[in-house]
């Protein structure tokens, strides 16, 4: 893996399995060459986040990672420490976040406890209301999905499937931008009650719904 900095781009090449250590937008192919433009969200300013090695988190819609090393890797001129994070459920990926990118760094979180898992079993939270214009529904699933809030993707997951229900008793099916909030939510939480409680990641819905 190797980077070359040319005036406000970056030109990465690396090994299609890995995050581009760097973390930064791009645009092109999927592998190959990336142009990336450099992250406005850094700032400088010093992450609050503290991560400790063995330590397990969620990294928005990357799931369950494991602190798998804080690393330095020299950038051109540059010194950029990076939290090594490996998805648990997945043994190709890692992901590499700056330590200094506030706007990364945001999407973590600590696993729940136990405890409050076994709550939402317990009385899981209501679905809400249906929102019919599909823009304002698009934006506030996507909101959900970005604050990773256990609860409040538990609460989505039992809307989307209810509302998928409804739409098969009049010979509908759900809209396929519905059907991928789906899947990312459902995702996202049988990772962390499977990891969390040890539960069978198959049976992990069938017990919030």
């Given at each position: 893996?190797?980077?070359?900095?040319?005036?406000?781009?970056?030109?990465?090449?690396?090994?299609?399995?890995?995050?581009?250590?760097?973390?930064?937008?791009?645009?092109?192919?999927?592998?190959?060459?990336?142009?990336?433009?450099?992250?406005?969200?850094?700032?400088?300013?010093?992450?609050?986040?503290?991560?400790?090695?063995?330590?397990?988190?969620?990294?928005?819609?990357?799931?369950?990672?494991?602190?798998?090393?804080?690393?330095?890797?020299?950038?051109?001129?540059?010194?950029?420490?990076?939290?090594?994070?490996?998805?648990?459920?997945?043994?190709?990926?890692?992901?590499?976040?700056?330590?200094?990118?506030?706007?990364?760094?945001?999407?973590?979180?600590?696993?729940?406890?136990?405890?409050?898992?076994?709550?939402?079993?317990?009385?899981?939270?209501?679905?809400?209301?249906?929102?019919?214009?599909?823009?304002?529904?698009?934006?506030?699933?996507?909101?959900?999905?970005?604050?990773?809030?256990?609860?409040?993707?538990?609460?989505?997951?039992?809307?989307?499937?209810?509302?998928?229900?409804?739409?098969?008793?009049?010979?509908?099916?759900?809209?396929?931008?519905?059907?991928?909030?789906?899947?990312?939510?459902?995702?996202?939480?049988?990772?962390?009650?499977?990891?969390?409680?040890?539960?069978?990641p198959d049976k992990v819905i069938?017990m919030l719904v």
């Amino acid at each position: 893996m190797y980077f070359v900095i040319k005036g406000c781009f970056c030109v990465c090449v690396y090994n299609t399995n890995l995050y581009c250590p760097l973390d930064l937008p791009f645009r092109g192919k999927s592998d190959g060459c990336l142009y990336h433009k450099p992250s406005m969200a850094i700032n400088g300013k010093e992450s609050v986040k503290m991560l400790s090695v063995g330590k397990k988190v969620l990294y928005g819609t990357n799931g369950v990672c494991s602190v798998d090393d804080i690393t330095v890797k020299r950038i051109g001129r540059v010194d950029i420490e990076y939290f090594v994070l490996k998805p648990v459920c997945s043994n190709t990926s890692t992901l590499f976040v700056p330590s200094k990118n506030t706007a990364l760094l945001s999407k973590i979180r600590d696993v729940s406890s136990p405890e409050k898992l076994k709550k939402i079993i317990e009385n899981p939270p209501e679905a809400g209301e249906w929102i019919d214009n599909k823009i304002e529904r698009s934006e506030s699933f996507k909101e959900i999905i970005a604050s990773a809030d256990c609860e409040r993707l538990v609460a989505l997951i039992r809307l989307i499937i209810s509302h998928e229900k409804e739409q098969h008793s009049k010979g509908k099916h759900l809209h396929i931008s519905d059907e991928k909030i789906l899947k990312e939510a459902e995702k996202m939480v049988t990772e962390e009650f499977s990891v969390v409680l040890g539960v069978e990641p198959d049976k992990v819905i069938s017990m919030l719904v």
